[in-house]
């Protein structure tokens, strides 16, 4: 029979070891799987984690290898992996995010052996991901196992598949499931395939060893419906022969319908059921990626609490206990591969087998109705005959080993809609951030109506939208300046577009959670990226957050937003309730300031007096939420951010009335010959500063070359962007291009638009 072993404990690990070791060098560090070196600079900025080869080891006696075939399995190693069994090299992995599986020769095993893993997560052209906007960590990040089995067995050598595939398909009221289980050494042999239904076995069937196919009906089939009632069913085969159970798998799937139709949106079971959710990285504070069940536990329950239908599981193969915990809640995944922002001539065998592994090892989840081709691959251009012919691949991929899901793609906002590359998937969705990286919050909406007018038959969706918050603090939010109150607004405005566009198949939050990316540097905390729903270490919800709780939680709810900023210095102060209830009150130090009645969203605004310091309460029904505010003279500065080393406060650059500063939009300032002029003068002194490096300096280092070829991408992308580079403010160009020049060149630049007129 098959056994399991997880051997995740005494390990020895170096990242300065050059070679595969004989023995267990006594001077390696001790410590259990999972792990990543990542886990502190990769999430504290600068770009410089450390990417390299590290090498891992630890001795198996042969009495835990029983079968009579014996496999290592591991979940995932970051990002290219090679398996050393007693020095010798067993197998290279290429790929950071799935399962993949070693058989060990029987006849190198000794009564003490050492198993070597390196995890290789360096700088090369093939294999994804090489440039994205998140940490790659290195690393033996999830679990390794020992798979013992006897010599006729269920499949363990194809692409980290289960060994079984279960496919249903809806008949009236009833399901014909079909299976198909994969042997070896299978001669003589019969498979026995059972269905249970919880404890009750709602069918069997049994088939040839070596053609393992059968299909079961099961009568009056309980559907898996989403988050309304996820039922699953389990499969179990077994390997029999002559009356023996040699080797057993099982899998639970669950039966469902669904389609996507380009006017009503996603459609499951028959019914029209709006796919209105989140994006998920999967990295935790000092973790990394290197997770326990209880962090993907403690996810997926936030994931619930706001209310998602869908998470977009970005941008790779996620955790199997993922997966498991979405099929259980009935949370609909887009699945995708990492093929992403930078497209590799040289990488397109990867972008091959990390699709297979992807279908190959998910295929029996009924949460994922999608396969993502790749997200934001051409930000350098949509035209490339070999990118687009690597999309054509894939997709072809993607129908040949899955019939029943259609295939996605997220394209980024500088991709024309009449593109090749966007009309290859079956599905597409758009990552627009207008709002935030320029533009407006109100251009969102206006931009799908326009591609769904012209492509009315194309299902179309949002697969990224989002802005960054902090600990900031503001009663007059505007577009870039990281507060908790511009990225409610933001969210407040593209909630009630969403909402008006029941066309749009699927909608997701970009992200759930703040996560590491070591290369920002942006609203005040080095190395992350900010557009959290939640902050990363998932213990402060942000007001956001219950945005989208009242919108799209049926569980009755009212939040006072605003909690964190007390200190106001205005003499009336606007307050916001969110609240899915049908009404609401606010009282202001127990005196009743009126109630509102929910409108077409769940959004409640009250106009409060703001003397001394006021408690704040508002009541929905039974349920209340309270906050505190106090009136002050002069504000807070912790409440304001600041560039890097407090050099400078932006909410007091100097705005004369009339005259121009860096406070206002590029499209402004271009609207004036005089600021055609001062923004001539201002691009050439980026350009220069940059070059020199005086403007970016780190533990004394110039950076110069990098910067400016950042810098001149960074432009390039502008021009292509649909007008959106019109709506950043020049302040908002200093923090997208690190917040990091001096205090005197940014006041010089304020001073030369002080001296333009406005119109």
Request: aromatic share 10%.
């Amino acid at each position: 029979m098959r056994e399991i072993k997880i051997i995740n404990n005494d390990w020895y690990f170096s990242d300065t070891a050059k070679s595969a070791p004989a023995n267990i060098p006594a001077d390696w560090e001790g410590l259990n799987l999972p792990h990543t070196w990542n886990g502190t600079d990769g999430q504290d900025g600068g770009n410089d984690y450390k990417r390299c080869k590290a090498f891992y080891c630890k001795e198996i006696l042969a009495s835990d290898l029983t079968g009579e075939e014996i496999f290592l399995e591991f979940d995932a190693v970051n990002s290219t992996a090679e398996v050393f069994w007693n020095g010798v090299s067993l197998l290279v992995h290429h790929g950071g995010y799935s399962r993949f599986r070693v058989k060990i020769p029987a006849d190198s095993i000794k009564e003490k052996n050492i198993l070597t893993v390196s995890a290789d997560n360096s700088r090369n052209e093939t294999v994804y991901p090489q440039n994205a906007d998140f940490t790659f960590y290195g690393g033996i990040y999830r679990s390794v196992k020992i798979v013992s089995v006897p010599s006729a067995h269920f499949d363990l050598e194809y692409s980290g598949a289960p060994g079984v595939t279960v496919t249903p398909e809806i008949i009236g009221d009833d399901a014909d499931v079909k299976i198909k289980a994969y042997t070896k050494n299978a001669d003589g042999t019969k498979v026995k395939f059972t269905i249970f239904d919880g404890e009750n076995t709602v069918g069997e069937a049994e088939a040839d060893g070596e053609n393992a196919d059968a299909v079961i009906k099961i009568d009056n089939v309980h559907l898996w419906n989403g988050r309304k009632d996820p039922h699953l069913y389990t499969l179990k085969a077994e390997l029999v022969k002559d009356g023996e159970i040699l080797d057993t798998v099982s899998t639970r799937f669950g039966c469902r319908t669904f389609k996507v139709d380009p006017e009503k949106g996603f459609i499951l079971n028959g019914k029209e059921y709006p796919l209105r959710g989140v994006s998920r990285h999967q990295d935790y504070p000092g973790k990394g990626n290197a997770l326990s069940y209880e962090d993907h536990k403690r996810d997926i329950d936030l994931i619930l609490e706001v209310g998602a239908t869908t998470i977009r599981l970005a941008h790779y193969q996620h955790a199997q206990e993922f997966y498991d915990l979405c099929d259980e809640t009935g949370l609909v995944i887009w699945a995708e591969i990492p093929y992403i922002s930078k497209h590799m001539p040289g990488g397109r065998e990867n972008t091959i087998s990390q699709m297979k592994e992807l279908i190959s090892q998910n295929y029996n989840h009924p949460c994922i109705v999608t396969w993502g081709l790749s997200n934001e691959i051409t930000i350098a251009g949509a035209a490339d005959p070999d990118l687009i012919e690597n999309h054509k691949i894939l997709n072809k991929l993607c129908h040949e080993m899955d019939s029943t899901r259609p295939t996605t793609l997220a394209a980024v906002t500088m991709c024309p809609i009449d593109a090749e590359v966007v009309h290859i998937s079956d599905i597409l969705s758009y990552n627009h951030y207008f709002g935030w990286y320029g533009g407006d919050t109100s251009m969102n909406g206006p931009w799908f109506d326009t591609f769904h007018k012209k492509y009315p038959d194309r299902p179309i969706g949002i697969s990224e939208y989002g802005c960054e918050a902090l600990n900031w603090h503001t009663s007059k939010p505007v577009q870039g300046d990281y507060t908790e109150e511009y990225q409610a607004y933001y969210h407040e405005e593209l909630i009630k577009q969403i909402a008006d566009r029941p066309y749009l198949w699927a909608t997701h939050v970009w992200n759930m959670f703040d996560f590491a990316a070591d290369a920002r540097a942006e609203g005040g905390e080095n190395g992350m990226n900010h557009k959290g729903l939640v902050t990363f270490d998932r213990q402060y919800k942000k007001d956001a957050f219950y945005a989208y709780q009242a919108w799209l939680s049926d569980v009755p709810m009212v939040h006072l937003c605003g909690k964190r900023y007390i200190d106001r210095v205005e003499d009336v102060t606007k307050v916001t309730v969110y609240s899915n209830c049908d009404e609401v009150e606010l009282f202001a130090n127990g005196v009743s300031l009126g109630k509102q009645t929910k409108g077409k969203y769940p959004f409640f605004y009250f106009e409060v007096k703001n003397e001394g310091e006021t408690t704040l309460e508002v009541k929905a029904g039974d349920l209340c939420d309270t906050a505190t505010i106090k009136k002050v003279d002069t504000p807070n500065e912790a409440y304001i951010m600041k560039d890097e080393g407090d050099v400078i406060n932006w909410f007091e650059i100097n705005t004369p009335d009339g005259r121009f500063s860096i406070n206002d939009t590029i499209g402004d300032i271009m609207s004036t010959f005089g600021g055609k002029i001062a923004a001539v003068k201002i691009l050439l002194k980026l350009k220069n500063a940059m070059s020199s490096g005086d403007g970016d300096k780190k533990d004394g280092k110039k950076k110069g070359g990098m910067e400016v070829a950042g810098f001149e991408m960074s432009m390039g992308i502008l021009k292509n962007v649909y007008g959106m580079a019109k709506g950043f403010t020049v302040k908002r160009v200093f923090s997208m291009l690190g917040g990091k020049f001096t205090k005197e060149q940014i006041l010089e630049i304020n001073a030369m638009l002080n001296k333009v007129k406005k119109k």
